[in-house]
């Protein structure tokens, strides 16, 4: 097709869905830069643009919670009974054995703009470790490393990024050696977008030859999976489970065999970890029951007498957060991506969007101006057949690096890897000093290597030399 045909079909799209306005420059554009826009408009699916408008841009069409939704029931931190004590051992055995034979990779999603933390780069390289200062990544990629070694299995790891950070997290990967591990098992790979909208659904341009868009939200990691190919490279190898994380969360256990092994003895197609709520409205979702599906109901939707309620042993009913940690089936996957249409429903966000005015000017608003459009994964849950919930334990598991100061801040985040550590070593006998707040008296810091979880220091708690009072202690 000519270049002048294709502008004109382009321009007729436009006309057709009101979006005329993203043309306007076309003629002060250089050779590429027009055939970079009419690729960016091109790729628009303008079939469904006329329904987002009217759904999600023009009012806040978010699915209305439902009039009937019950706490959802979850498998305990450490096990109770006598049945259940055999069935976490059975499904520790059998995740190991799903590690083992290859059937587990790792996924983390890192798409995001990381706009709370204000870190220039991909979140991955922010550094959080107290004494090496590692970084998010570097932690994760030991701990593949590390557990490949423990289960005697090139454990795969693909990582999704977005636009905005694809090129700068592949150079670190490059740069870093891929941190110990395969450069063929390292998979990165990149999510959609979606158009940033005016509020009256035009879409705004970043300028005069591109479109303002943003990463679609990582609940495009299950579509993303399956349009960039990295599906079809998880069926080559013959995995079956992916073991899913956020990229700001250096706390979790990157691949669980617990958890693995209920998700599978269970029959599951994807499950999650879950904390108990540090109060009734913490900013996490909400695990619920709706019509007997596991379903994720936003902190900011549940009704605030809801949150509220207690059972009569004072703890909340709706206590249990979601904390972006799940195993996903790779039959769910394919299953949700059959004929390509697939779709989870938009959440909308009121933000300010720099982009340039009708006559070309750049504008950067002091107040929000537009809509971004975000897909969430646990939006997924309700679609499952089947979807365990198993709760951990924050000081465990939990310590994501949002924002710069205060709450969930790397400040926070640090403190807890030193606790972390220190109540690992005590649980093997290694006495750790204590100051008058509770706190230790020392700074510690475990690497992956040493070990992935707290039963892991048992054996080599001889090795380990007395810690005296604000000395630093490295583990690796
Ligand atoms: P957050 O909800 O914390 O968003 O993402 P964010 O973009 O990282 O940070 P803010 O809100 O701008 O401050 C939770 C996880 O989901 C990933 C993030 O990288 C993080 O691991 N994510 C988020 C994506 O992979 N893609 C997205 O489009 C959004």
């Known amino acids: 097709m000519s270049d002048k045909t294709r502008f004109e079909r382009v321009s007729a799209l436009c006309k057709k869905y009101q979006q005329e306005h993203l043309l306007a420059f076309y003629n002060q554009l250089n050779t590429n830069q027009q055939k970079s826009l009419l690729n960016q408009i091109e790729k628009l699916d303008f079939k469904r643009l006329p329904g987002w408008i009217e759904q999600y841009i023009k009012k806040d069409g978010a699915l ?103 090129n700068a997290t592949k150079e670190t990967f490059e740069k870093a050696n891929y941190f110990g591990l395969k450069k063929k098992n390292v998979i ?98 909400n695990f619920c029951l709706v019509d007997g599906k596991v379903t994720v109901i936003e902190y900011s939707d549940l009704p605030d007498k809801q949150a509220h309620r207690k059972n009569l042993d004072g703890s909340l009913v709706f206590e249990l957060g979601s904390i972006g940690i799940h195993i996903i089936s790779i039959s769910f996957i394919e299953k949700l991506n059959i004929g390509g249409g697939f779709a989870l429903p938009f959440h909308r966000a009121v933000k300010k969007i720099p982009h340039i005015d009708a006559a070309g000017n750049p504008v950067n608003p002091d107040k929000p101006n537009g809509v971004k459009l975000e897909t969430f994964v646990f939006d997924a849950l309700p679609m499952a057949k089947k979807s365990v919930i198993l709760q951990t334990l924050r000081a465990e598991e939990f310590a994501p690096v949002k924002n710069a100061t205060g709450v969930d801040s790397a400040e926070v985040t640090h403190q807890m890897m030193i606790d972390r550590a220190a109540s690992w070593l005590e649980s093997a006998g290694v006495k750790v000093p204590y100051k008058a707040d509770g706190k230790p008296d020392c700074v510690l810091e475990i690497a992956p290597s040493f070990a992935l979880f707290k039963e892991d220091i048992k054996d080599k708690a001889d090795k380990i030399q007395t810690l005296k009072p604000q000395s630093s202690v490295y583990l690796g």
């Open 64 to 166: 209305a919670i439902p009039t009937h939704f019950d706490p959802a029931p979850a498998y305990p931190p450490v096990p109770k009974t006598i049945e259940q004590k055999a069935k976490y051992a059975k499904a520790y055995q059998l995740g190991e054995d799903l590690l083992k034979q290859g059937k587990v990779a790792g996924f983390v999603v890192a798409g995001g703009q990381g706009t709370r933390l204000g870190f220039d780069g991909p979140k991955g390289n922010f550094s959080v470790s107290p004494i090496k200062k590692k970084t998010l990544f570097t932690i994760f990629g030991e701990s593949i490393l590390a557990a490949s070694k423990k289960y005697g299995a090139d454990i795969p790891w693909y990582i999704m990024t977005s636009p905005l950070n694809d």
């Open 188 to 285: 990165i790979f990149q999510q959609g977008t979606t158009p940033n909208f005016t509020f009256d659904g035009k879409i705004l341009m970043a300028d005069k030859g591109t479109l303002a868009t943003g990463p679609d939200g990582h609940g495009g990691s299950l579509k993303a999976l399956a349009d960039s190919g990295a599906l079809a490279d998880i069926k080559k190898r013959g995995i079956e489970y992916l073991s899913y994380w956020q990229v700001d969360n250096p706390l979790v256990y990157v691949l669980d065999p617990l958890f693995i092994g209920l998700h599978a003895a269970d029959g599951a197609e994807m499950s999650s970890k879950a904390l108990i709520k540090a109060g009734p409205l913490e900013k996490v979702g």
